[in-house]
């Protein structure tokens, strides 16, 4: 098993009242595990993915990642854990607009000290997303399909074995939505595990594991 909560739950306040955006949620994820959570929004999707990838503190509960609990981990070792372990796409792209693209898959390598020379990597990460006559443009020169190809690209370049995406195809057309998914799958036969928060329940077909979250509460789907 890669990742596991236990009892998660994240409160807010709403004047004098808490309410529970992720409600004693308990998941099992095992590796290779291609996963998408679906739900309406405000139901806590967003929520969930980033108490797993340690962007939020719980309210309570707990949180394994390979056997390790994170949930009390310091900010440092936290970041650590993203950038050398867990790819993490967010919703829109993240892009930054005054680097290349080639800089901006590169950018994560270079944020913690580590040895070689990362550019072969990043040049056959942009081949694998179908993009690599991009390398030399900029944010403003692309699509948002090419966009999100960036921000996969980005997600990795150190190898992660966990890959969490929020809402990555929300504002892509059809073709270039089934583009993004296949590329997904390909990443997932390659031995990473995919998570994917969406509302589009038409899309889950491409994994192998289906979770519905309703009002901070989180169930498999029946008959998937």
Request: hydrophobic share 40%; charged share 25%; aromatic share 6%.
């Amino acid at each position: 098993m890669l990742l596991e909560t236990r009892k998660l739950r994240k409160e807010y306040r709403r004047g004098d009242a808490a309410f529970p955006a992720v409600n004693d949620v308990d998941i099992s994820v095992d590796e290779n595990d291609f996963l998408f959570i679906t739900g309406r929004s405000g139901s806590g999707k967003t929520t969930l993915l980033n108490l797993i990838a340690g962007l939020a503190r719980p309210s309570s509960g707990e949180i394994f990642f390979d056997g390790l609990d994170i949930g009390g981990a310091s900010d440092r070792d936290l970041a650590l854990l993203r950038n050398s372990q867990i790819g993490y796409i967010p919703q829109g792209h993240g892009i930054l607009s005054n680097f290349t693209v080639l800089d901006n898959v590169l950018l994560p390598f270079y944020l913690y000290s580590r040895e070689g020379g990362p550019e072969k990597r990043a040049l056959s990460l942009l081949e694998q997303t179908g993009i690599p006559h991009l390398a030399g443009s900029y944010p403003d020169q692309l699509s948002g399909g090419e966009l999100r190809r960036v921000s996969i690209a980005r997600s990795l370049i150190n190898s992660p074995r966990l890959l969490i995406a929020d809402e990555p195809t929300g504002d892509l057309d059809p073709r270039t939505t089934d583009d993004i998914l296949r590329l997904f799958a390909r990443i997932s036969s390659d031995g990473v595990t995919i998570i994917i928060v969406t509302h589009e329940a038409d899309i889950v077909k491409f994994g192998n594991r289906h979770l519905i979250m309703e009002e901070g509460l989180i169930r498999e789907a029946a008959g998937f």
